[in-house]
Antibody, heavy 120, light 106 residues
């Protein structure tokens, strides 16, 4: 059974880069049946799709964040990462890593989530 | 595509029937409409995909219907473990979520 676990700093200063890692266990990350992605839950605003990466390295980012976000894949470590630059308080959220089922376009499963606060 | 869920909060007693609505600003392919359940302190969990197919382990008291711009999640008889927030999600050219419906104990 595949499991995902986020890790990274819980506090980031404004204008700095938010960096999170997701470790995948229980399944291979080298499959064209899935993408590996990130979603965030903004306080009072619900869920926002950030982007995903395929095992071949192709990426897709939501347009509103495209200029600041990058997602990388490390198949040797069965990990993928999120980097979000020039953060502000508006980026404070719970960040989830997810497996995207390509054929169904759904997110399953999700990591437990990690709270990231942007504050000086 | 904007998804609007109603009601925002639904107050019911265990054993009652729950009907949750998800309305899209444009037509959504039924193959790409899903529902998730989120309990406090937990990540969302996939409930239904393809507008009507239950995910593994989801009880058959959960059912979904709809097409085009109007979709419905129904819980035939609400159990105590069903009180949670429910989100609909669609994929068109991008992924979007509804704002959620909170199912609370009356």
């Amino acid at each position: 059974q595949v499991q995902l676990q986020e890790s990274g700093p819980g506090l980031v200063k404004p204008s700095q880069t938010l960096s999170l890692t997701c470790t995948v266990s229980g399944d291979s990350i080298n499959s064209d049946a899935y993408y590996w992605g990130w979603i965030r839950e903004l306080p009072g605003k619900g869920l926002e799709w950030i982007g995903y990466i395929s095992y071949s390295g192709s990426t897709y980012y939501t347009p509103s964040l495209k200029s600041r976000v990058s997602i990388l894949l490390d198949t040797s470590k069965t990990q993928f990462s999120l980097k979000l630059s020039s953060v502000t308080a508006a980026d404070t959220a719970v960040y989830y890593c997810v497996r995207v089922v390509r054929a169904l376009r759904v997110f399953d499963p999700w990591g437990q989530g990690t709270q990231v606060t942007v504050s000086s | 595509i904007v998804l609007t869920q109603s009601p925002g909060t639904l107050s019911l007693s265990p054993g009652e029937r729950a009907t949750l609505s998800c309305r899209a600003s444009q037509s959504v392919s039924s193959g790409y409409l899903a529902w998730y359940q989120q309990k406090p302190g937990q990540a969302p969990r996939l409930l239904v995909y393809g507008a009507s197919s239950r995910a593994t382990g989801v009880p058959d008291r959960f059912s979904c219907s709809g097409s085009g711009t109007d979709f419905t999640l129904t819980i035939s008889r609400v159990e105590p473990e069903d009180f949670a927030v429910y989100y609909c999600q669609q994929y068109g050219s991008a992924y979007t979520f509804g704002q959620g419906t909170k199912l609370e104990i009356k």
